[in-house]
């Protein structure tokens, strides 16, 4: 579940892949523009993690496992709930993370890809697990958005909690393999990394 940056609706994601938006103050079921209280046009089963992003915060990014990234309006002009775009092909979403300001999303998945199997159009440092970034503008405009940049080579297993700093401009990535790495997304560059757990143990939050 997740509150949107106003407060005053509460956002419930389900095992069978549907979105609840729910009226925090009267605790009402809210209708979306399909006339329906639920989202069902969606993931086919559970929605795993979900994110309010966009420049206004009028879009709720949810990622599911059924190896897609949803992007939904929230707005209130009459079209909450109408889904805006779908992300596909990019394996498994483990963890992703919107930037503060809104604008740019990361991404990673269970699947081994390098930079050329995922797309990307920018920097990309070779290695087989990483993840992506993208423009959250991009995605929602372009019919087949690719990412930015992939930022990949230092872990050695699948990444599992990603994090923006406040200022957007640097990556916190963890892993599967317990290592902890930092990058500048300017650059799209490492800029530190270190084992800061015990072996085998994951990096489950960031």
């Not at 394996?91 to 740019?104: K, P």
């Not at 957007?168 to 963890?174: I, M, N, V």
């Not at 290592?179 to 800029?191: F, N, R, T």
């Amino acid at each position: 579940v997740r509150f949107d940056t106003r407060g005053d609706r509460l956002l419930g994601g389900t095992s069978d892949g549907t979105l609840v938006l729910w009226n925090t103050v009267t605790g009402d079921r809210l209708v979306a523009a399909s006339g329906q209280e639920t989202l069902r046009e969606g993931h086919e089963f559970h929605i795993a993690q979900m994110a309010v992003a966009g420049a206004d915060r009028s879009i709720l990014i949810t990622a599911g496992y059924d190896g897609t990234l949803r992007l939904w309006d929230l707005g209130t002009s009459g079209r909450t709930g109408i889904q805006k775009q779908v992300l596909s092909g990019i394996g498994l979403v483990n963890a992703f993370a919107a930037s503060s300001d809104g604008q740019w999303l990361a991404t990673t998945s269970a699947s081994a890809n390098d930079g050329a199997e995922a797309g990307a159009t920018g920097a990309s440092v070779s290695g087989q697990f990483g993840c992506q970034f993208w423009n959250i503008e991009e995605l929602l405009k372009q019919p087949r958005p690719q990412a930015r940049m992939s930022l990949n080579g230092v872990h050695k297993s699948e990444l599992t909690s990603l994090s923006f700093s406040p200022s957007g401009q640097y990556l916190a990535t963890g892993g599967r393999d317990g290592v902890l790495a930092i990058w500048d997304l300017a650059q799209g560059s490492l800029l530190t990394q270190t084992r800061a757990h015990r072996r085998n143990t994951i990096v489950s939050s960031l």
